[in-house]
T-cell receptor, first 114, second 112 residues
Framework: ETGVTQSPTHLIKTRGQQVTLRCSSQSGHNTVSWYQQALGQGPQFIFQYYREEENGRGNFPPRFSGLQFPNYSSELNVNALELDDSALYLC?????????????FGQGTRLTVV | GENVEQHPSTLSVQEGDSAVIKCTYSDSASNYFPWYKQELGKGPQLIIDIRSNVGEKKDQRIAVTLNKTAKHFSLHITETQPEDSAVYFCAAPNQAGTALIFGKGTTLSVSS
């Protein structure tokens, strides 16, 4: 177990709706990243938060947004849901050790858009 | 980082055999190469990683090798067991160091 918890585990939404996914990071980790994993693919980087600020972003539109809170937990918000947003959304909390950043993933939230 | 290629996409072995998965990366500045195992319905689990200052690292039945000149790294699993069946991903950091770039995954099936 990584200590990274995500909620909910499964979610069904209608096209056009908005969704909020939540993540509690591992104790001692101040960096949280979000990834989207489509079926049969590797995870794709959405963005990273470090000390409550966005610290990097992948190739995702602005309707994907996030927050990080003082306790380092995080939210991913997606507006105007599209069918292609159906995927497993993964949260990873990170620590930097010896000059490299190790990432530990939660179990993910399976989002289905209908 | 930036681009990571992974082969093969599927691999079937008999219990007790060895399995090898290979990845190449494009950013010569990359210094960290993790491997993740993902079981059905779960998130990726970090199983082993290697830094750029070593050529090989071993942890019980799994090992990773790194060839910086050729920009490729490999995962070796010896004495495979049915519980090794999963999807394996290699990854490398992006140029900014803010994200991991993942390969497309290898589905390993170990039959008894």
């Amino acid at each position: 177990e990584t200590g990274v918890t995500q909620s909910p585990t499964h979610l069904i939404k209608t096209r056009g709706q908005q969704v909020t996914l939540r993540c509690s990071s591992q104790s001692g980790h101040n960096t949280v990243s979000w990834y989207q994993q489509a079926l049969g693919q590797g995870p794709q980087f959405i963005f990273q938060y470090y000390r409550e600020e966005e610290n990097g972003r992948g190739n995702f539109p602005p309707r994907f947004s996030g927050l990080q809170f003082p306790n380092y937990s995080s939210e991913l918000n997606v507006n105007a849901l599209e069918l292609d947003d159906s995927a497993l959304y993964l949260c990873a909390s990170s620590r930097t050790q010896g000059g490299v950043t190790e990432a530990f993933f939660g179990q993910g939230t399976r989002l289905t858009v209908v | 980082g930036e681009n990571v290629e992974q082969h093969p996409s599927t691999l079937s072995v008999q219990e007790g055999d060895s399995a090898v998965i290979k990845c190449t990366y494009s950013d010569s500045a990359s210094n960290y190469f993790p491997w993740y195992k993902q079981e059905l319905g779960k998130g990726p689990q970090l199983i082993i990683d290697i830094r750029s200052n070593v050529g090989e690292k071993k942890d019980q039945r799994i090992a990773v090798t790194l060839n910086k000149t050729a920009k490729h790294f490999s995962l070796h699993i010896t004495e495979t067991q049915p519980e090794d069946s999963a999807v394996y991903f290699c990854a490398a950091p992006n140029q900014a160091g803010t994200a991991l770039i993942f390969g497309k995954g290898t589905t390993l099936s170990v039959s008894s």
